[in-house]
Protein backbone atom coordinates (compact mmCIF):
# COMPACT_ATOMS: atom_id res chain seq x y z
CA UNK A 1 0.00 0.00 0.00
CA UNK A 2 1.24 3.22 -0.97
CA UNK A 3 2.44 5.76 1.97
CA UNK A 4 1.11 9.54 2.50
CA UNK A 5 2.75 11.86 -0.38
CA UNK A 6 3.21 15.20 -0.73
CA UNK A 7 3.85 17.79 -3.17
CA UNK A 8 5.94 19.69 -3.41
CA UNK A 9 8.77 18.35 -1.31
CA UNK A 10 10.26 21.61 -1.38
CA UNK A 11 9.77 25.19 -1.98
CA UNK A 12 10.92 28.63 -1.65
CA UNK A 13 8.40 31.93 -1.97
CA UNK A 14 8.54 35.46 -1.04
CA UNK A 15 7.09 37.17 1.62
CA UNK A 16 3.73 37.94 0.65
CA UNK A 17 3.18 35.66 -1.97
CA UNK A 18 1.00 32.70 -1.01
CA UNK A 19 1.30 29.29 -0.92
CA UNK A 20 -0.57 25.72 -1.76
CA UNK A 21 0.81 22.18 -0.09
CA UNK A 22 -1.01 18.99 -1.44
CA UNK A 23 -1.64 15.88 0.36
CA UNK A 24 -2.62 12.64 -0.56
CA UNK A 25 -3.61 10.26 2.53
CA UNK A 26 -3.08 6.09 2.31
CA UNK A 27 -6.20 4.53 0.28
CA UNK A 28 -8.54 4.31 2.52
CA UNK A 29 -8.07 6.78 4.87
CA UNK A 30 -10.52 9.51 5.70
CA UNK A 31 -8.56 11.23 8.31
CA UNK A 32 -5.82 13.72 7.30
CA UNK A 33 -3.99 16.21 9.42
CA UNK A 34 -1.54 18.69 8.90
CA UNK A 35 1.23 19.87 11.05
CA UNK A 36 4.08 22.36 10.86
CA UNK A 37 7.42 21.86 12.27
CA UNK A 38 9.93 24.45 13.08
CA UNK A 39 13.35 24.29 14.83
CA UNK A 40 11.68 26.27 17.82
CA UNK A 41 8.56 25.52 18.18
CA UNK A 42 8.95 22.18 17.21
CA UNK A 43 6.05 20.33 15.62
CA UNK A 44 2.77 22.25 15.70
CA UNK A 45 -1.01 21.04 14.95
CA UNK A 46 -2.43 22.86 12.47
CA UNK A 47 -6.03 21.32 11.54
CA UNK A 48 -7.53 18.07 10.81
CA UNK A 49 -9.85 17.07 8.17
CA UNK A 50 -12.47 13.83 8.37
CA UNK A 51 -15.02 13.59 5.26
CA UNK A 52 -14.47 17.09 3.97
CA UNK A 53 -14.70 18.42 7.07
CA UNK A 54 -12.89 20.16 9.00
CA UNK A 55 -13.02 18.71 12.54
CA UNK A 56 -10.33 19.97 14.55
CA UNK A 57 -7.92 23.08 14.73
CA UNK A 58 -4.70 24.40 15.90
CA UNK A 59 -4.02 27.54 17.14
CA UNK A 60 -2.47 29.22 14.02
CA UNK A 61 -4.31 32.44 12.32
CA UNK A 62 -6.39 32.84 9.42
CA UNK A 63 -3.88 33.06 7.20
CA UNK A 64 -3.73 29.05 7.26
CA UNK A 65 -6.12 27.70 5.64
CA UNK A 66 -6.87 23.81 4.39
CA UNK A 67 -9.55 21.33 2.31
CA UNK A 68 -10.30 18.19 1.87
CA UNK A 69 -11.78 16.92 -1.26
CA UNK A 70 -14.24 14.09 -2.05
CA UNK A 71 -11.03 11.40 -2.31
CA UNK A 72 -9.92 12.17 0.61
CA UNK A 73 -7.00 14.03 -0.51
CA UNK A 74 -6.19 17.59 1.25
CA UNK A 75 -4.61 20.71 0.57
CA UNK A 76 -3.57 23.71 2.95
CA UNK A 77 -2.47 27.26 1.82
CA UNK A 78 -0.82 29.92 3.37
CA UNK A 79 -1.40 33.63 2.28
CA UNK A 80 0.24 36.65 3.07
CA UNK A 81 3.47 34.94 3.88
CA UNK A 82 6.13 35.96 6.73
CA UNK A 83 9.16 34.92 7.28
CA UNK A 84 8.62 32.58 10.45
CA UNK A 85 6.23 30.70 7.88
CA UNK A 86 9.48 28.64 6.97
CA UNK A 87 9.12 25.19 8.04
CA UNK A 88 8.61 21.69 7.49
CA UNK A 89 4.70 21.25 6.73
CA UNK A 90 3.97 17.10 7.49
CA UNK A 91 0.77 15.75 6.54
CA UNK A 92 -0.86 12.87 8.64
CA UNK A 93 -3.39 10.40 7.21
CA UNK A 94 -5.33 7.60 9.58
CA UNK A 95 -8.32 5.30 9.15
CA UNK A 96 -9.72 6.61 12.14
CA UNK A 97 -12.71 5.00 13.68
CA UNK A 98 -11.92 1.11 11.20
CA UNK A 99 -9.90 -0.25 14.73
CA UNK A 100 -7.03 1.87 14.38
CA UNK A 101 -5.73 5.40 15.86
CA UNK A 102 -2.52 5.84 14.30
CA UNK A 103 -1.63 8.47 11.97
CA UNK A 104 0.83 7.86 9.20
CA UNK A 105 3.16 10.85 8.22
CA UNK A 106 4.00 11.78 4.71
CA UNK A 107 7.68 12.83 3.86
CA UNK A 108 6.68 16.65 4.32
CA UNK A 109 6.93 19.76 2.46
CA UNK A 110 9.61 22.25 3.18
CA UNK A 111 8.89 25.57 2.25
CA UNK A 112 11.61 28.06 2.71
CA UNK A 113 10.05 32.04 2.72
CA UNK A 114 12.79 34.95 2.00
CA UNK B 1 -5.54 18.72 26.43
CA UNK B 2 -2.71 17.14 28.68
CA UNK B 3 0.49 18.22 28.57
CA UNK B 4 3.41 16.06 28.40
CA UNK B 5 6.85 16.41 29.75
CA UNK B 6 9.87 13.65 28.99
CA UNK B 7 13.63 14.59 29.58
CA UNK B 8 15.40 16.49 26.67
CA UNK B 9 17.76 13.88 25.86
CA UNK B 10 19.22 10.81 26.31
CA UNK B 11 22.29 8.69 25.58
CA UNK B 12 22.52 5.23 25.36
CA UNK B 13 25.02 2.12 23.87
CA UNK B 14 24.10 -0.22 21.32
CA UNK B 15 22.29 -3.80 23.24
CA UNK B 16 21.05 -1.40 26.33
CA UNK B 17 17.58 -1.43 26.94
CA UNK B 18 16.55 1.97 26.94
CA UNK B 19 13.28 3.42 29.15
CA UNK B 20 11.92 7.12 28.39
CA UNK B 21 9.68 8.09 31.03
CA UNK B 22 6.98 10.36 29.70
CA UNK B 23 5.03 12.53 32.86
CA UNK B 24 1.30 13.68 32.15
CA UNK B 25 -0.72 14.28 35.53
CA UNK B 26 -3.69 15.96 33.91
CA UNK B 27 -4.19 13.03 31.70
CA UNK B 28 -7.83 13.02 31.34
CA UNK B 29 -10.51 10.00 31.46
CA UNK B 30 -10.86 9.09 27.66
CA UNK B 31 -6.90 9.82 26.98
CA UNK B 32 -4.73 7.51 25.17
CA UNK B 33 -0.97 7.52 25.55
CA UNK B 34 0.99 7.42 21.89
CA UNK B 35 4.29 7.19 21.50
CA UNK B 36 6.54 8.20 17.94
CA UNK B 37 9.80 8.31 16.13
CA UNK B 38 11.09 10.56 14.35
CA UNK B 39 14.93 10.90 12.37
CA UNK B 40 15.67 14.20 10.69
CA UNK B 41 13.96 15.47 7.67
CA UNK B 42 11.11 12.43 7.82
CA UNK B 43 7.61 12.22 9.59
CA UNK B 44 7.28 11.32 13.03
CA UNK B 45 6.61 7.32 12.87
CA UNK B 46 3.70 5.42 14.99
CA UNK B 47 5.53 3.39 17.53
CA UNK B 48 2.96 2.28 20.20
CA UNK B 49 -0.22 3.21 21.83
CA UNK B 50 -1.99 2.63 25.20
CA UNK B 51 -4.56 3.21 27.50
CA UNK B 52 -3.09 1.03 30.98
CA UNK B 53 -1.03 -1.30 32.27
CA UNK B 54 1.49 -2.50 29.89
CA UNK B 55 1.31 -3.05 26.11
CA UNK B 56 4.32 -4.81 23.66
CA UNK B 57 4.48 -5.06 20.14
CA UNK B 58 7.77 -6.02 17.95
CA UNK B 59 9.47 -2.81 18.60
CA UNK B 60 8.71 -1.61 21.94
CA UNK B 61 6.58 -2.02 25.02
CA UNK B 62 4.70 1.00 26.66
CA UNK B 63 4.38 0.49 30.87
CA UNK B 64 1.46 3.07 32.07
CA UNK B 65 0.98 2.82 36.34
CA UNK B 66 -2.54 2.84 37.53
CA UNK B 67 -2.86 6.39 37.82
CA UNK B 68 -2.06 6.95 34.25
CA UNK B 69 -0.08 10.42 35.06
CA UNK B 70 3.48 9.06 33.41
CA UNK B 71 4.14 6.32 31.23
CA UNK B 72 7.49 4.73 30.21
CA UNK B 73 8.44 3.81 26.72
CA UNK B 74 10.69 0.99 27.17
CA UNK B 75 13.43 -0.18 23.60
CA UNK B 76 15.02 -2.91 24.10
CA UNK B 77 18.58 -3.53 23.29
CA UNK B 78 18.80 -0.43 20.76
CA UNK B 79 21.36 0.08 17.95
CA UNK B 80 22.47 2.82 16.17
CA UNK B 81 19.50 3.16 13.95
CA UNK B 82 16.96 3.89 17.09
CA UNK B 83 18.96 7.16 17.05
CA UNK B 84 15.85 9.73 16.70
CA UNK B 85 13.82 11.75 18.94
CA UNK B 86 10.58 10.49 20.47
CA UNK B 87 7.63 12.04 21.02
CA UNK B 88 4.76 10.99 23.81
CA UNK B 89 1.62 11.62 23.20
CA UNK B 90 -1.60 11.81 24.82
CA UNK B 91 -5.11 12.39 23.58
CA UNK B 92 -8.59 11.35 23.46
CA UNK B 93 -8.51 10.14 19.51
CA UNK B 94 -11.28 7.82 19.91
CA UNK B 95 -14.19 10.65 19.95
CA UNK B 96 -13.19 13.73 18.41
CA UNK B 97 -10.55 12.77 16.13
CA UNK B 98 -7.14 14.16 16.39
CA UNK B 99 -5.91 17.35 17.30
CA UNK B 100 -2.88 16.04 18.42
CA UNK B 101 0.04 18.19 20.66
CA UNK B 102 3.40 17.17 20.37
CA UNK B 103 5.33 18.34 22.79
CA UNK B 104 9.77 18.44 22.63
CA UNK B 105 10.30 14.52 22.53
CA UNK B 106 13.71 13.21 24.09
CA UNK B 107 16.33 13.00 21.59
CA UNK B 108 17.88 9.71 21.99
CA UNK B 109 20.96 9.40 20.80
CA UNK B 110 23.01 5.76 20.79
CA UNK B 111 26.65 5.15 20.71
CA UNK B 112 28.63 2.20 19.52
Known amino acids: KAGVTQTPRYLIKTRGQQVTLSCSPISGHRSVSWYQQTPGQGLQFLFE???????NKGNFPGRFSGRQFSNSRSEMNVSTLELGDSALYLC?????????????FGPGTRLTVT | LAKTTQPISMDSYEGQEVNITCSHN???????ITWYQQFPSQGPRFIIQGYKTKVTNEVASLFIPADRKSSTLSLPRVSLSDTAVYYC?????????????FGAGTRLFVKA
Open chain 2, 26 to 32: NIATNDY
Open chain 2, 89 to 101: LVGDTYTGGFKTI
Open chain 1, 49 to 55: YFSETQR
Open chain 1, 92 to 104: ASSAWGQDTYEQY
